[in-house]
């Protein structure tokens, strides 16, 4: 199958600024980015400078922590939360919805119609939707600044607030001021040969980064570079004897990247999901953002994983 066969509307970035508005209008989306505080940091470890955003955004208190089956909000999502009632190839699986707690301005998600669990890969059906979602942004889009990417927190300990499998897409803060190290990191890759994935020696945690060719046409040639990906962090999970299998992934039109994690919260406090594996620290009052501050995300981000495998030589007992 092409992807190709995930075709969006034509007007799709419009259909999704308008009914972005309207929902926010009428408060469907609770979000109060106006009092948002956003700070953008450089944090330094090794030979390696990152970029940082911490946020608060106290509208992240009226969120869930935890969701369950019995009262899924996306079986029947509200109709002033859905942007696209049916999508994907021939069987048409996605409905493509706003997050009802944003981040960012019309943050939204691609969720599978009938329940199918977060603690499950990304089929290959999921994956191309996906990225021809990305795409289509990046072709519809009115800003050269605006940047998208999605995640997917899947398994117990990812950071994941709803059991219904979903992925997530949002704004980065403008390109202008921040770029992300996955970002750096396939630059030094070449898409045209078979990819080892790429990891920052200096990072304090096990990341799996691989370039995505400009020339993408084949959901295969997705499913493979994804495939290689998840290999490197189920290696990593069972080597570090790992009870759950649970990690943090992000796509854009660019690269992929996967995160093994170890524990969804460090210390208890505050949950870490794929954003903060961006270098986003989403804040939900000022205690946790002092923490945060006084911590440091690359110490918070080193505990939540597992310890960088840069140095590690793969072997036959590897995935």
Known sequence: MTLSDYVLPKDFYELLTSKYDTAAENKSVLFNGESAVNKIEKATIGDTTIDVQLTLLKSLMHRPETGNKESNPFLKPEPELTIIDEYGSKDKEFKVVFNKF????????????????????????????????????????????????????????????????????MTLPSKADFKPYAGKLQTTLNPMSKQEPAQNKDLPFAHFVVQIPDNLEDEEELSELFATVLSRT?????????????????????YLLMVPRSQGKYEDKIGINSCGFQGLFLCKNEELLKLVESEGPLTILGKVGLPNSSNKTQTEYDY
């Open 102 to 169: 944003p981040v960012v301005p019309k943050h939204f998600m691609l969720i599978t119609k009938e329940f199918k669990s977060q603690d499950t890969p990304l089929s290959p059906n999921e994956l191309s939707a996906t990225y021809e979602i990305l795409k289509t942004l990046d072709e519809q889009k009115q800003d050269d600044n605006e940047e998208w990417f999605a995640f997917y927190n899947c398994g117990p300990e990812s950071g994941a607030s709803q059991p219904h499998k979903h992925i997530q897409f």
């Open 234 to 254: 189920l290696t990593e999970l069972r080597e570090n004897e790992q009870s759950h299998i649970s990690y943090n992934f992000i796509m854009t039109t660019k």
